[in-house]
């Protein structure tokens, strides 16, 4: 008997896999391929799995490998902008990943229902994380974990949300260097990759003479005050743990 083919995953997508509950019903918007459903699939992890996507193209590429990996009875596939095409009993654990955070708060704020402490919510935004988090925390959703995971040459931020709360306000600094990451093993280089490029964009705005980018000035030297306290909390947090 000819063995399974077992799906493969890239190290952003195994960390959001990780964090997946044993015995959940996923919804995964933006599915593209389809390889994280797949792979919690083959695992036995998940209970079922909901693949959408908002273009045919991917979504058939993503039914085309389930098919290839032997799990094509075990997905539904669904096409669709978003949470539209996901009913709120369906699911327990909601994922998007891959995409902008502007696009995953258009996503999140156009499903009101996801806002609740039923749902885990799993978020990966590839941009625009320093967006996403302020909205989140307005929104009432509270962090209940927060990762990051090292992929061609740049830290993404993984976020586990759950919505229901107190509406709470960020700073700046937490909104751009993360609100749960102390004791992320790769805070520290990310920080300090942070740091160097808003020092950078410092240094452009202090030589500019229009009013508007000496206010922008303050600002970001404000924040690179406060990113620069976290990462001292982080290395005397990481020492005490070494």
């Not at 039923?118 to 320093?130: D, G, N």
Request: net charge neutral; hydrophobic share 40%; aromatic share 6%.
């Amino acid at each position: 008997m000819e063995k399974e083919k077992q799906v493969c995953l890239s190290p952003r997508l195994q960390l959001l896999a990780d964090l997946v509950p044993q015995g959940s019903c996923i919804a995964d918007i933006g599915t593209d391929h389809g390889y994280l459903p797949l792979w919690l699939i083959q695992k036995n992890k998940i209970l079922s799995a909901i693949a959408c996507d908002v273009r045919e193209g991917p979504l058939g590429h993503a039914q085309r490998s389930a098919v290839q990996y032997g799990v094509k009875e075990k997905l539904s596939f669904r096409l669709g902008n978003g949470l539209s095409c996901i009913q709120p009993q369906e699911v327990d654990t909601i994922i998007i990943a891959g995409m902008g955070g502007e696009t995953i708060l258009s996503i999140l704020g156009a499903a009101p229902w996801v806002n609740a402490p039923a749902y885990r919510v799993l978020l990966q935004p590839m941009t625009k994380a320093e967006v996403l988090r302020p909205w989140l925390a307005e929104q009432g959703y509270r962090f209940v974990e927060e990762h990051l995971v090292y992929e061609n040459h740049t830290y993404f931020p993984v976020m586990v949300v759950s919505g229901g709360n107190t509406p709470e306000t960020l700073t700046a600094g937490q909104c751009w260097g993360g609100v749960s990451l102390l004791h992320d093993p790769l805070q520290g280089k990310a920080l300090e990759l942070l740091l160097r490029h808003l020092s950078a964009a410092l240094t452009g705005l202090m030589q500019s003479n229009h009013p508007e980018n000496r206010a922008k000035a303050c600002a970001q030297h404000a924040l690179i005050a406060q990113l620069q306290q976290m990462k001292e909390e982080w290395h005397r947090a990481n020492d005490k743990r070494n």
